[in-house]
């Protein structure tokens, strides 16, 4: 079993930056790939990004692609979204999802375990 908690979050002007954390429990979170999702306001979850166990693959939604970036840290249990030129469009719930077998990634029901989430708004 793996526990997710997302944190980094918070409110940016446009053009600004943030990063976000997702800090894991569990002894098997090397074996899993992490994607980041987002909820805005009144929509439903969409795919961010996704990094495989190994940190060698990577996939971006078209829309951040070039501005968002994700990496991982096993030794930590740790997967960061670095989160560059931020945009107004940007803004929503942020969420980690642990997935064992990923052959959807954008497809939120590929996942197994998910975080609470972290609130990111970019003012314009």
């Known amino acids: 079993q793996v526990q997710l908690v997302e944190s980094g979050g918070g409110l940016v002007q446009a053009g600004g930056s943030l990063r976000l954390s997702c800090a894991a429990s569990g002894d098997t979170f090397k074996s899993y790939a992490i994607g980041w999702f987002r909820r805005a306001p009144g929509q439903d979850r969409s795919f961010v990004g996704l990094?495989?166990?190994?940190?060698?693959?990577?996939y971006y939604a078209d829309s951040v692609k070039g501005r968002f970036t994700i990496s991982r840290d096993n030794a930590e249990k740790t997967v960061y979204l670095q989160m560059n030129s931020l945009k107004p469009e940007d803004t929503g719930v942020y969420y980690c999802?642990?997935?064992?077998?990923?052959?959807?990634?954008?497809?939120?029901?590929?996942?197994?375990?998910w975080g609470q989430g972290t609130q990111v708004t970019v003012s314009s």
């Open positions: 999802a642990a997935g064992a077998q990923v052959l959807t990634y954008y497809s939120p029901s590929d996942y197994d375990y």
């Open positions: 990094i495989s166990w190994s940190g060698i693959t990577t």
